[in-house]
Nanobody, 119 residues
Framework: QVQLVESGGGLVQAGGSLRLSCAASGRTFTSYTMGWFRQAPGKERELVARIGWSGGVTYYTDSVKGRFTISRDNAKYTVYLQMNSLKPEDTAVYYC????????????WGQGTQVTVSS
């Protein structure tokens, strides 16, 4: 089992920044690929960014490239999402998720944290 707890969401004006954190506990964190997803009202959940179990960044969705940065601190069992130049369309519930190495399915999910960007 892996438990994930997100923090760092909130209300910010357009152009502002937030840093989301996801604290993991349970099994060996370094064996898990970590992802940040988001879901806006009326929309499907989408993968925003992914960082490999070895620390290599493998993916950003096009709409956040150049603005968001995913990172992980394996010693702290924590993954981060630094979000800069936020736009109203970034408003969503953001979820942290974990999957074992390169498995297809994210098995473990956090409870989500709300990010609201005002115009």
């Amino acid at each position: 089992q892996v438990q994930l707890v997100e923090s760092g969401g909130g209300l910010v004006q357009a152009g502002g920044s937030l840093r989301l954190s996801c604290a993991a506990s349970g099994r060996t964190f370094t064996s898990y690929t970590m992802g940040w997803f988001r879901q806006a009202p009326g929309k499907e959940r989408e993968l925003v960014a992914r960082i490999g179990w070895s620390g290599g960044v493998t993916y950003y969705t096009d709409s956040v490239k150049g603005r968001f940065t995913i990172s992980r601190d394996n010693a702290k069992y924590t993954v981060y999402l630094q979000m800069n130049s936020l736009k109203p369309e970034d408003t969503a519930v953001y979820y942290c998720a974990a999957k074992y190495m390169d498995y297809a399915t994210y098995k473990y999910w956090g409870q989500g944290t709300q990010v609201t960007v005002s115009s």
